[in-house]
């Protein structure tokens, strides 16, 4: 018969929860170990390709060899840099870092964190010195100094039990209870990926699509294969003229434009008086296999744009394009003024790149080789698998999106807190093979989008200088995904007036940046457009608060026809389907 006293042991407690853990832990670290296998050996597909990495690597390390002389110079800068860190480290006389892995106190008053810290920084330093000397004209040099950095940020002291001074304490504080929990975190997220770590970075109970996140009260009033249409119920007696029709990224599901209410671009718009149509795309399957870029534009947008002619009666609309969905409708201006038709009024693009001359380091991954790569994996499973695309993305930003969650997760212990951008960012969706594959060669690798007649739709060669309608066009100053710098040359390629603004922050923080109480990161705006974004950025006007005022009261100008009645979902010629957020976004 088992002893009661220990049982209630908390020692013997704590043992009885290693040990289930460790039988959790058996089966999970041999299908981890199978799935890294067979993405290291190429059996199984990955976005970090080993072998344009080595080659990479053998390149630029041919160039450094070459030069002998500079190479030594830089060496001894970097080893007298490192020398006097750690001097001023055993002396205490180190300044604060600003860096936000070190940000926390103790990692100044513990001298052994605070050397093994600044000496970190002082040969990520030294290692970007020697990168920066060799010429940045080739995609191998990109990949060396990307992946050189991922090394770099995983050595990070703060990344390790024993030398970060703030998991040391946790771990003594709770009598090892944090690394329990630690652990236990890390089988969870190697469960949620089947083998696969899939690192948490919200609570993924925190919110439920339709109750915490996209609750705008609407209406899908159309669906087809490829999307719902919803229109969302009036919040205003009467509405503007003209419908807008927002258009999101496929890569992800569209609440990202419906968030909570503070930070909704769709109420903050019904609460202007429009009429908001919102596409909301299906989460492919097999099924969408062949559903090529085409199907994208003419069982999306285009027919939407039927689609809000029958709810509205008007033959008119603004139309609102994100990321990727920004360039569906770049790429349906084009061909609509192709076709002589001019149903759209106005148009918007957010964080929308549509020349692809300088993609920044997404450049890493996609290739000529890795395109071949891809076209085979697809041809098995008809789709990519959208934690690909999220892995990509998180190692561009991997200190932020990848190490901070490795600390907080699994050296604290913790639970990451309900975040709604990063719960989106989280819930992201298949892409296609038809669509990915064309997408990569003809718009990314060939940057045809930007050659008059470069591409074909439908049978018909589009041009975007022959774009007429009036652009307003955002990008935010630190956007990893569509950088600024990249979205800039739209302002010369359009052949109608644009209108740029380049907003603070990031991809998403940037967008969903709703007008309040709390001003975050402003926006900057200039009147004219040189070839040099530097050149505009140094004449542009810095104001405070959100950008969303300013599109809107340069959106409305465009339509200063009579308002009309509210107008109610079901009320037009189509019918209602089903209430938002409707069962596309719901599919996982």
């Keep these: 018969m088992s002893n009661p006293d220990l049982q209630s042991d908390p020692l013997n407690e704590r043992l009885l929860e290693y040990w289930s853990l460790m039988q959790r832990a058996q089966g999970l670290f041999s299908r981890a170990a199978t799935s890294t296998a067979a993405k290291v050996s190429g059996g199984d597909f990955s976005i970090v390709d080993s072998t344009s990495v080595a080659a990479a690597y053998a390149k630029v390390g041919m160039a450094m060899a070459t030069r002998p002389a500079d190479l030594m110079a830089l060496q001894q800068s970097a080893f ?14 180190a300044s604060k870092i600003k860096d936000r892995r070190f940000r926390d106190d103790s990692w100044n008053t513990d001298p052994i964190a605070r050397v093994c810290r600044d000496v970190h920084l002082a040969l990520e330093e030294a290692t970007l010195e020697i990168l920066n000397q060799f010429p940045e004209d080739s995609k191998e040099h990109l990949r060396v100094k990307f992946y050189t950095r991922q090394i770099l940020s995983a050595l990070a002291p703060s990344n390790f039990l024993t030398l970060n001074p703030q998991a040391r304490k946790k771990l003594l504080d709770t009598d090892g209870q944090s690394l329990l929990d630690g652990f236990s975190n890390l089988l969870d997220d190697l469960e949620r990926g089947d083998g696969r770590l899939d690192i948490a970075t919200n609570d993924p109970k925190a919110f439920v699509v339709g109750r915490d996140l996209g609750t705008t009260p609407g209406k899908v009033v159309f669906q087809n294969d490829m999307m719902q249409l919803i229109q969302f119920e009036p919040r205003t007696k009467t509405q503007r003229k003209r419908p807008i029709l927002f258009v999101p990224a496929w890569i992800n599901k569209y609440y990202i434009m419906d968030m909570r209410e503070k930070n909704s671009l769709v109420r903050y718009m019904l609460d202007r008086g429009h009429t908001v149509f919102i596409i909301s795309w299906v989460n492919p399957g097999p099924e969408h296999a062949e559903k090529s870029f085409e199907h994208y534009m003419n069982e999306g947008p285009l027919a939407a744009i039927d689609a809000i002619e029958l ?43 549509v020349d692809f001359t300088d993609v920044g380091e997404i ?53 990451p807190p309900a975040f709604d951008l990063l719960y989106w960012n989280s819930d992201s969706t298949r892409l296609p093979a038809a669509m990915l594959l064309w997408y990569l060669e003809q718009i990314y690798l060939r940057n045809a989008l930007r050659q008059p007649g470069g591409l074909v739709l439908n049978g018909t060669k589009i041009d975007l200088g022959k774009i007429k309608t009036p652009c307003f066009v955002l990008a935010t100053k630190e956007d990893h995904i569509a950088p600024w710098r990249s979205v800039y040359p739209t302002t010369g390629l359009l052949g109608g007036d644009v209108k740029f603004v380049l907003g603070g922050s990031g991809h998403i923080a940037g967008v969903i940046n709703p007008p309040g109480e709390r001003e975050k990161y402003g926006y900057w705006i200039g009147r004219d457009y040189p070839e040099s974004p530097e050149e505009w950025l140094e004449k542009a006007t810095h104001a405070k608060g959100s950008w969303w005022p300013t599109w809107a009261d340069w959106l409305e100008a465009k339509d200063r026809a009579k308002q009309v009645p509210a107008r109610v979902p079901g009320d037009g010629r189509l019918d209602i389907i089903e209430d938002a957020p409707g069962t596309y976004v719901l599919s996982k």
Excluded: P
Excluded at 365 to 387: P, S
Excluded at 389 to 402: A, T, Y
């Design 363 to 415: 450049g890493v991954f996609i290739d000529d080789e890795r395109l071949e790569t891809l076209r085979d994996h697809m041809a098995e499973t008809g789709h990519l698998e959208g934690y690909h695309m999220q892995d990509m993305f998180s190692m561009i930003r991997e200190n932020d999106l990848v190490w901070s969650f490795h600390v907080m997760n699994y050296l604290m212990g913790n639970k």
């Design 311 to 353: 709810a509205t009666g008007e033959k008119k609309i603004n139309i609102l394009g994100f990321c990727i969905g920004g360039i569906l409708v770049t790429a349906t201006l084009a061909y609509l003024a192709a076709k002589g038709d001019n149903r759209v009024a106005a148009a918007t693009t957010l964080a929308t790149m």
């Design 80 to 93: 007298g840099k490192m020398a006097n860190i750690w001097m001023a480290g055993w002396t205490g006389t």
